[in-house]
């Protein structure tokens, strides 16, 4: 059986914000020729970062109609909880390290970043030509480091709360939280290039020194809208005998991340892109 899968990326340019700039800072000097904002410890400045993903979702027959239709029970993940590192990982910064400048600080030979979405749940719509357009619900969006691609230090989390269509997208927005995350020097791993709270420009110093609550009342929020223009085909697998009937979706893709200041001054991510770039690869899941 085949549909067409929206293809969901995230790239938004949120009101009262603009692109800015960011770096991050590993406490460590990880290349021969730094270029960094602080010295041989830091990356340089950058507007964004790239990423590869794999995705991985389960859509249940909630209204026992045989077939995938609007209002059925989607899940969804993404990252490594679907895949393995190499498959899943920040790839690269724009504007990247150019030869005798490594401004990258050993992004990919030293240590990789890498992220995590686990059971986001939502329902579908499927329009009269077949595709599927989900709308999600509250959800976690999980960042690590690694150093040696076995051990991996959830360094800051993202509180997804809504994702759902609107117009020719999908927008979702949550905000940046270290509640649950790992304690560790890199929970101020990332960094703005031009804001600062409290005598500090790390997230986290921004989050629990300026966040809700806090007088200033800076909180990191995240923005984003899922681009439902480019359409994927793709072939969905089904798990025969399970009640509800589950269809399965198995999808890689590319994409991209930046980070705004909106004015007053709360600092937003924007662009999160699950943006499949000519290298999405569709699989389908064996029957049960």
């Not at 609007?70 to 390290?97: C, M, R, Y």
């Not at 329902?123 to 969006?141: C, M, Q």
């Not at 076995?150 to 989390?157: C, G, V």
């Not at 809208?225 to 072939?235: A, G, M, P, Q, W």
Request: charge should be negative.
């Amino acid at each position: 059986m085949k549909r067409t899968l929206l293809a969901v990326a995230l790239s938004v340019a949120a009101s009262g914000a603009s692109a800015a700039p960011f770096y991050l800072d590993l406490g460590a000097s990880y290349g021969s020729a730094v270029d960094g904002v602080c010295g041989a410890n830091c990356t340089g400045l950058k507007d964004e970062f790239l990423f590869t993903y794999e995705s991985a979702s389960t859509i249940y027959d909630t209204d026992a109609s045989g077939s995938i239709s609007t209002g059925d029970q989607i899940v969804s993940n993404a990252g490594i909880a679907v895949g393995p590192l190499s498959e899943n990982k920040i790839t690269g910064f724009a504007p990247d390290e150019t030869f005798g400048t490594e401004s990258n600080n050993g992004l990919g030979s030293a240590w990789e970043i890498t992220f995590s979405i686990t059971n986001w749940v939502g329902t579908v719509a499927v329009d009269s030509s077949g595709a599927i357009a989900p709308t999600y619900g509250n959800g976690l969006l999980e960042f690590y480091i690694t150093f040696d691609g076995t051990t991996f230090n959830n360094f800051m989390d993202v509180q997804l709360e809504t994702g759902s269509v609107n117009g020719t997208g999908t927008a979702a927005t949550g905000v940046v939280d270290f509640t649950n995350v790992d304690s560790s020097i890199y929970n101020n791993l990332f960094h703005s290039g031009t804001a600062s709270c409290a005598g500090s420009d790390g997230f986290y110093d921004m989050w629990l020194n300026c966040g809700a609550g806090s007088l200033d009342e800076m909180d990191i929020a995240f923005l984003t809208n899922f681009d439902s223009n480019v359409f994927y085909e793709t072939s969905f697998g089904v798990n025969p005998g399970t009640s509800p009937l589950e269809f399965t979706i198995a999808t890689d893709h590319d994409g991209s991340a930046t980070f705004a200041v909106p004015e007053p001054g709360t600092l937003s991510l924007l662009g999160l892109s699950l943006l499949g770039m000519g290298s999405l690869r569709m699989r389908r899941r064996k029957s049960a």
